[in-house]
């Protein structure tokens, strides 16, 4: 079993900055990709940015100059720091590792729980 545990949303006026942070903890021999998407009311599910095991990345192309993502393998954590955020980025951030188990040879998708970022004055 694999646990995600977020960190780090909340209130922020416009044109500040939020730190995400994300540790996978569990029976975890390796992880894969890690990364973010987001909902947000009254729109579609969508892809913030993916880093893989060896640091290549992938953003949405209106967040790429803006949210940056790190990941720490040591720790088994990713991290999403956004900057200049506005009221648009509003929504419920998710974490997600591609992880394999002790034991298994296959590697699976876990998400976290989510965690809420307001960007309101």
């Known amino acids: 079993q694999v646990q995600l545990v977020e960190s780090g949303g909340g209130l922020v006026q416009p044109g500040g900055s939020l730190r995400l942070s994300c540790v996978a903890s569990g029976r975890i021999s390796r992880t894969y990709d890690m990364g973010w998407f987001r909902q947000a009311p009254g729109k579609q599910f969508e892809l913030v940015a993916v880093?893989?095991?060896?640091?290549?990345?992938t953003w949405a192309d209106s967040l790429k100059d803006r949210f940056p993502i790190s990941r720490d393998n040591a720790k088994n954590a990713v991290y999403l720091q956004m900057n200049r955020l506005t009221p648009e980025d509003t929504a419920v951030y998710y974490c997600?590792?591609?992880?394999?188990?002790?034991?298994?040879?296959?590697?699976?998708?876990?998400w976290g729980r989510g965690t809420q970022v307001t960007v309101s004055s």
């Open positions: 997600n590792v591609v992880v394999r188990t002790s034991g298994r040879e296959s590697a699976w998708p876990y």
């Open positions: 880093i893989t095991s060896d640091g290549e990345t």
